[in-house]
């Protein structure tokens, strides 16, 4: 009721801003009736914390697979290490644009349109295959780009019998994120964790199968473990369509009813909205990947405790991610009833979750590095010492990050959630690559403070994407007051 203590606090500063500003107060009240800050905490974790899990699920796929390989040999675990990140290379700007389907479902299924969603679904799986096509052909030539890249020769063999395995699954995990994305976007995250557990399974069985030969299966090494991860991919999606078929409650969708009829203005629409997103995802990856070649000029044991502080941090960024990714519903649902209110505080929510987790999260990391470090490292031995020394360095810089990466990672999601990805995407290249590279280089090499500079860098460049996204979200509202009034 508006004379109760949390309508004081919260509302009224609010209120007499929106007077001020010529919006009418009775209308701000009605529509303020119909939210509770309490709910949307409530019904966002009942959200993200399936979507994170799920995120951490994807995360234990690749930590299997390097344990695993270590049993094959140092060499075997550093050819894997290459043919990932070559694949990543690939995939990842092309999962930003099928990740469109999120705040395009999103909007649709608050707005009701049921034949929207279904439209969107179609042209998402139909680019999926496109696309997955396009990457199956050009990671066929794998051992010639590894060779122009002036990697290890003796690398490059195994690399690629690595990667022509594991690119047969890049069109069915396309395909599988599309499928996953339209279930969260309808707040049904559940079953894409629940396959996701699954897979873990699946992938160790078929590591230790398909790797070293048990079962009757033939011993394909390096090669086993790409074949390992096309059969999770594969499985992943098999099993979201028997699911999206068979669920009574998604039938009223028609997702597989009728023939896929491909419109030029869906087209544009799926790829205005996803082709900014490739261009923020590939902005950032390439800030870590730039960190990491530049880390290189201070030796192995610096290159050690990156990769292992690195590891650390980007496993607690994927309980932010999967936050974000619950940001991007909510607020773009809100948006398609046509309430920005509600889209505001959806935005916002999210966003204090994702640094309140995550700044509770770095707390662990600035108490308890040489503890962290030791999950990795055997810290009686003497030559890991100086690995020991510099990675409790940077886990405590990593718990200063955490807060600024939580900040950017949900206010990104919250931008998704409107449909703007294009102005993220500049402010993505100006941060990361102008702020944050910059700065690196500058504090590594030209101040002298080598390893520690380059982290710092890390944080600034994170810092000033943290403040100008999210100033970029808020700013909408600011501009569009109109819908205030309307909504």
């Given at each position: ?29 009605e ?12 019904t ?10 799920t995120q951490?699920?994807q ?10 390989c270590g ?5 075997a675990?550093a050819?894997?290490?290459?043919g ?8 990842l ?6 990740q ?17 969603i ?17 990457g ?5 030539f ?12 003796e690398?490059i ?15 069915p995990?396309?395909?599988?994120t599309?499928?996953?994305g339209f279930?969260?976007?309808?707040s049904?995250?559940?079953?894409g ?7 873990i399974?699946?992938?160790?069985v ?7 030969g048990?079962?009757g ?7 086993g ?6 059969s ?9 369509l028997?699911?999206?078929w068979w669920e ?5 969708y ?13 087209w ?10 490739a ?18 000029q201070?030796?192995?044991s610096?290159?050690?405790?990156h ?15 999967g ?5 991007t519903v ?8 046509g309430e ?6 959806a935005?916002r929510v ?11 999260m ?10 962290i ?5 055997d810290l ?5 010492a ?29 931008l998704r959630g ?17 702020v ?20 710092c860098?890390?944080?600034?460049g994170?810092?000033?994407?943290a ?7 808020h ?5 569009h ?7």
């Open positions: 009721m508006p004379g109760c203590f949390l309508h004081r606090v919260f509302c009224s500063p609010l209120c007499l801003g929106l007077c001020h500003n010529g919006i009418s107060l009775q209308i701000y009240l529509k303020l009736m119909h939210m509770s800050l309490f709910r949307e905490v409530k966002a974790l009942k959200l993200a914390i399936p979507m994170a899990a951490l699920a995360i234990a796929l690749g930590v299997t697979d390097t344990l695993m049993r094959l040999g140092g060499h675990l050819a894997v290490g290459l990932t990140s070559a694949f990543a290379m690939l995939w700007p092309v999962m930003g644009i099928i469109a389907i999120g705040p395009l479902v999103a909007q649709a299924h608050g707005a009701g349109d049921r034949e929207a279904r439209r969107y679904v179609h042209h998402g799986l139909a680019l999926a295959f496109m696309l997955g096509l396009v199956v052909f050009l990671l066929g794998a051992a010639p780009i590894l060779s122009l890249l002036n990697q290890p020769p690398l063999d195994l690399a690629e019998s690595y990667i022509l395995a594991v690119r047969w699954g890049l069109i995990a396309l395909m599988a599309v499928l996953r279930l969260d976007s309808l049904r995250p559940r079953p964790l629940i396959i996701a557990l699954f897979g399974v699946i992938n160790v078929a590591n230790w199968g398909l790797m070293f048990h079962w299966l033939p011993a394909l090494g390096v090669a473990t790409g074949w390992a991860s096309s999770v991919n594969i499985f992943t999606f098999l099993t979201l028997l699911y999206t009574p409650e998604l039938r009223p028609h997702i597989w009813k009728g023939p896929f009829v491909l419109l030029a203005s869906a544009s629409e799926f790829l205005r909205v996803g082709l900014p997103m261009g923020g995802i590939m902005a950032e990856v390439w800030l870590f990947t730039g960190m990491a070649f530049l880390m290189g201070f030796g192995a610096a290159v050690a405790a990769q292992v502080s690195l590891n650390v941090a980007s496993t607690t960024f994927m309980v932010a991610l936050i974000a990714n619950a940001s909510r607020v773009g649902q809100a948006m398609g009833r920005p209110l509600a889209a505001r505080l935005g999210g966003m204090g979750l994702g640094v309140t987790v995550m700044g509770s770095g707390l662990v990391l600035w108490f308890a590095p040489t503890t470090l030791g999950l990795y490292l009686q031995d003497p030559a890991n100086p690995v020991i020394a510099l990675g409790s360095q940077f886990l405590k810089l990593a718990a200063l990050f955490q807060l600024f990466d939580a900040l950017q990672v949900t206010s990104q999601g919250a409107l449909k703007d990805t294009r102005t993220p995407m500049l402010i993505g290249f100006a941060c990361y690559w102008g944050g590279l910059g700065s690196a280089v500058l504090l590594a090499f030209g101040l002298g403070w080598r390893e520690t500079g380059l982290w860098g890390l944080i600034l994170l810092m000033a994407a403040i100008a996204l999210n100033t970029r979200f700013w909408h509202f600011r501009k007051r109109i819908l205030l009034e309307q909504a």
